[in-house]
């Protein structure tokens, strides 16, 4: 959501429909913050990171899909973990 919310109204919608739809939505713990940090020793952004460490906690009960218009740097962090899949949109 860092990437996406300004708090202008309008730009903003878009972004708040898709947030309706998902059923869930994770909050960065200590322990997801630390595994970032671990994926940020690869390189790429704490943003993305923050993604693929919140995706790799929940993919726990099956795969998870990661929406991106970055999907080099995501896959990238994701790295061979193949519950982690990246949707490119």
């Known amino acids: ?3 996406l919310v300004r708090g202008d109204g309008p730009r903003d919608a878009a972004v708040n429909r898709v947030l309706k739809s998902v059923s869930d939505v994770h909050p960065l ?4 913050a630390r ?3 671990r994926l ?3 390189g790429g952004t704490v943003v993305d990171a923050m993604v693929v460490a919140t995706a790799r906690h929940v993919a726990g009960s099956g795969p998870v899909v990661i929406m ?3 999907p080099r740097d995501i896959t990238a962090l994701a790295g ?3 519950r982690v ?3 490119s949109v």
Request: hydrophobic share 45%; no cysteine.
């Open 40 to 42: 940020l020793a690869g």
């Open 68 to 70: 991106t218009s970055d």
């Open 29 to 32: 713990d200590e322990s997801l």
């Open 35 to 37: 595994e970032a940090g």
């Open 85 to 87: 899949r990246i949707a």
């Open 1 to 3: 959501m860092a990437e």
């Open 80 to 82: 061979a973990d193949a």
